[in-house]
């Protein structure tokens, strides 16, 4: 017959297996793009440190497609349990429905928004080969020549894209857009000399520039960035007088998510961010890490005012 120590034990293992079952469920964090972009390399760096806080195993989801729309798509359908979360960006959860009416998600309606993650400023650049390496050249030369030049980005509908029609908007210049499927073919025509002006989230675009291959005019945040501070911010030129804009990432989970998911996940998400090792990573990555009193569903119903401006000048439409 077992003594009293070992039914203690016994009991005590059998009542310990949930917890453990619990703790090895992973999450997936979804990513609406391909590894190797910004919105990847974000995720990869909160995700070990998510996954420690939360207790499970984070595991990355590169679900890439339709602008970031397809990742977003699978985390608004999947069950509101803390196991499915998207790091989404401006893209897909701010910008998307104002160019698709008929889209099948909505970024504030679809969505419990967990926290703003941080932000990083775009870029202005030009292939070396138009003899262009300042933003008063840029303007002198684009307004010479209405209609003559055209700038790239990643997409119809991107951040991008937007921070190229903003420029356009507020310099009274006419350039034709081009949109790429993604940043590389873009970088291979803007070193190629095909295209003479591109955007670029700046993580992305910083090593061409620093390469010499492509020349930086000027970024899109107020405040230089400090990874690149000899990058001057278009906002301060005459032409340009406030133009402030960036590709920002928070972290998302599908909608009615139960109140005790939500306030676990975000306690989660602010130590993460806390955390001295990954602020590192984020900033050396290029990123300004946001506020975490920062309230995401208000910001994202800001920026999509501001986008919404933006989208109207343009007429863009998808």
Not at 22 to 40: C, E, N, R
Not at 179 to 201: H, K
Not at 273 to 281: E, G, H, I, W
């Amino acid at each position: 017959m077992p003594d009293r120590r070992q039914v203690l034990a016994s009991v005590a293992a059998t009542l310990a297996m949930p917890a453990v079952a619990q703790s090895d469920k992973s999450v997936s964090l979804v990513v609406g793009y391909a590894p190797g972009g910004s919105t990847d390399l974000t995720a990869r760096i909160i995700g070990p440190e998510l996954g420690r806080r939360l207790g499970r195993t984070v595991v990355i989801e590169n679900v890439a497609g339709a602008g970031g729309t397809l990742g977003a798509q699978k985390v608004a359908a999947a069950r509101p349990d803390g196991q499915t979360l998207l790091l989404g960006t401006n893209n897909e959860m701010s910008i998307h429905k104002l160019i698709n009416r008929a889209a099948r998600v909505d970024g504030i309606a679809d969505f419990t928004p967990l926290g703003l993650i941080g932000s990083q400023p775009m870029m202005l650049v030009a292939s070396t080969r138009v003899g262009v390496k300042t933003l008063d050249e840029f303007l002198a030369q684009v307004k010479r020549a209405p209609g003559k030049y055209s700038y790239g980005s990643s997409g119809i509908g991107t951040a991008l894209h937007l921070a190229g029609e903003l420029v356009k908007q507020r310099s009274g210049l006419f350039m034709v857009h081009i949109p790429y499927r993604g940043v590389a073919p873009l970088t291979n025509d803007l070193i190629g000399g095909v295209l003479e002006f591109g955007v670029f989230v700046l993580s992305s675009g910083l090593p061409h520039v620093r390469s010499g291959k492509v020349m930086a005019l000027g970024s899109t945040q107020l405040a230089p960035s400090p990874i690149a501070p000899d990058i001057p911010p278009l906002g301060a030129h005459p032409q340009l007088q406030g133009l402030d804009m960036a590709s920002w990432f928070g972290l998302f989970g599908p909608a009615q998510l139960p109140a005790s998911q939500l306030q676990r996940l975000q306690e989660a998400l602010r130590d993460t961010l806390a955390a001295p090792d990954v602020r590192k990573k984020l900033e050396e990555a290029g990123a300004t890490l946001a506020d975490p009193r920062a309230d995401l569903a208000s910001f994202m119903k800001s920026e999509r005012d501001k986008y919404a401006a933006i989208v109207k000048f343009a007429n863009i439409q998808e």
